[in-house]
């Protein structure tokens, strides 16, 4: 584990409505691609109960427990992944960029699932930076005067990264 080599220990926060998507709100939610519901959570107790310590599952709009949680949140944030599909949804978690400097390490790597699609799906020929996550993107990059999210251009050319898939979404 990460704490067993390192000494740093590693608290992790997940984030659903609990309830699969919400519904698109226009154009820029690819409602082509996402209808509400999608990627319901089987049973959020159950999930809940199994999980190890040092992981917390918190539940609701992002919108709403996501300032909930930074307002109370003691550790600096290191790593963000954003799987939340909808523009909406990405720009209202967004927000954990808008904290104190001291809340956020030097460096936050950061993943966004939605920016590449897969080649398998139809969705993937949507990705632009007119709607998704990709837009949710330029809208926080254009509000901001002090942090700006932007492609780690050097994984690409450091082996064994060199062709990973994912590198395009970091």
């Not at 926060?13 to 609990?18: A, E, K, L, P």
């Not at 307002?71 to 904290?99: H, N």
């Not at 809340?103 to 936050?108: A, I, Q, T, W």
Request: hydrophobic residues 40%; negative net charge.
């Amino acid at each position: 584990t990460v704490t067993a080599e390192t000494g740093v220990h590693v608290d992790v926060m997940g984030f659903d409505s609990g309830h699969g998507l919400p519904p698109p709100l226009d154009y820029r939610d690819h409602p082509e691609i996402w209808v509400e519901g999608d990627f319901p959570m089987p049973d959020p107790a159950e999930l809940r109960a199994a999980l190890p310590a040092g992981v917390e599952l918190v539940l609701g709009p992002v919108a709403t427990t996501l300032p909930q949680v930074l307002s109370t949140l003691a550790k600096p944030i290191g790593f963000v992944s954003f799987d939340l599909d909808l523009y909406s949804s990405t720009r209202d978690a967004l927000a954990v960029f808008e904290v104190e400097s001291d809340r956020l390490l030097p460096v936050v790597v950061s993943y966004f699932d939605d920016v590449v699609g897969g080649i398998r799906r139809i969705g993937s020929l949507f990705r632009t930076k007119a709607a998704g996550q990709l837009r949710a993107i330029e809208e926080f990059n254009a509000s901001q005067r002090r942090r700006r999210i932007d492609p780690i251009w050097v994984l690409r050319h450091r082996r064994p990264l060199d062709r990973e898939g994912w590198i395009d979404r970091m």
